[in-house]
């Protein structure tokens, strides 16, 4: 779980410590250098490299794209992103329509495109860096579907806002 007082650092640090981890130990299982470690949870690097980050999230148990979000390299809709909030909770009438529409339609796709990976990759035979691929592609776009589902939310919320102020007016 993401808390917005945290840098991707001290996400980074609290989860090593939870599981137990030195940051050397972390390091070694990541496969990557102790230095840049020590620099990422310092704040020494506020943006770290999108792989380095990937290798360490599979590690300490933290998704991807919160590490992401939290080093300013992605984004989430939950109460920490307030634009997108903002913006999709401002539409009205048809926009509101249309982007509900469009939006369900996405995670539809996504959500069969997911099932037919996970299917490939209990029936294909792909060697280990294919099958690492199709995971993180599937990681993602789980995330995604999460992402644009909050989306649906808010503007299932903004729908009904406006059906009760057209209400009111009648």
């Known amino acids: 779980m993401i808390n917005n007082e945290e ?3 001290q996400m980074i640090a609290r989860a090593r410590e939870e599981k137990h981890l030195s940051k050397r ?3 070694r299982i990541a496969k ?3 230095t840049e470690l020590a620099r990422i949870e310092s704040g020494e690097r506020e943006i770290p490299n999108p792989k380095t980050l990937r290798k ?3 590690v300490i148990g933290l998704n991807y794209n919160d ?3 939290a ?3 992605g984004f989430q809709v939950t109460p920490l992103n307030p634009f997108l909030i903002n913006y999709y909770s401002g539409l009205k009438g048809d926009q509101i329509v249309d982007a509900i529409l469009n939006t369900s339609s996405v995670i539809k796709n996504w959500e069969e495109m997911v099932e037919q990976f996970k299917k ?3 029936e294909k035979d792909y060697n280990e860096t294919q099958r690492e691929q199709i995971e993180q592609t599937i990681e993602d776009t789980e995330y995604q579907i999460r992402t644009a589902k909050e ?3 808010v503007l299932n919320s903004a729908r009904r806002k406006e059906n009760i102020e057209n209400a009111k007016k009648n």
Do not use: C
Request: glycine share 8%.
């Open 7 to 9: 840098t991707v650092g």
């Open 25 to 27: 130990e972390l390091s």
């Open 32 to 34: 990557i250098s102790d």
């Open 56 to 58: 360490i999230s599979k």
């Open 67 to 69: 590490l992401m979000y």
């Open 71 to 73: 080093a300013g390299l």
């Open 120 to 122: 490939d990759l209990e």
């Open 151 to 153: 989306i649906v939310n």
